[in-house]
Nanobody
Framework: QVQLVESGGGLVQPGGSLRLSCAAS????????MGWYRQAPGKERELVAT???????NYTDSVKGRFTISRSIAKNTVYLQMNSLKPEDTAVYFC????????WGKGTLVTVSS
């Protein structure tokens, strides 16, 4: 069993920045994939940014150039730096990790509003 704990969500004005963190209870050194999904009210969960072993990083088109995914193997943590935030980025952001089996965090709310 793997626990994923997200942090860093909150309320930010349009154009602002936030950095999300996701700490895994297990080493991410040889993980299959890890990243972020989001779910806005009334919408389905969608991929935001992930990295996959052997394939690199992947971003949904709407966040390219604004969001950056990174990781610290030493801290077993993946990050999502979100810049130039827009109201349409408002959602619950979920951390995802694949160690053969899929694991999900409980989510952290990001609200972009003036």
């Amino acid at each position: 069993q793997v626990q994923l704990v997200e942090s860093g969500g909150g309320l930010v004005q349009p154009g602002g920045s936030l950095r999300l963190s996701c700490a895994a209870s297990r080493s991410i050194f040889s993980i299959n994939a890890m990243g972020w999904y989001r779910q806005a009210p009334g919408k389905e969960r969608e991929l935001v940014a992930t990295f996959t072993s052997g394939l690199g990083t992947n971003y949904t088109d709407s966040v390219k150039g604004r969001f950056t995914i990174s990781r610290s193997i030493a801290k077993n943590t993946v990050y999502l730096q979100m810049n130039s935030l827009k109201p349409e980025d408002t959602a619950v952001y979920f951390c995802y990790a694949k160690y053969g089996v899929d694991y999900w965090g409980k989510g952290t709310l990001v609200t972009v509003s003036s």
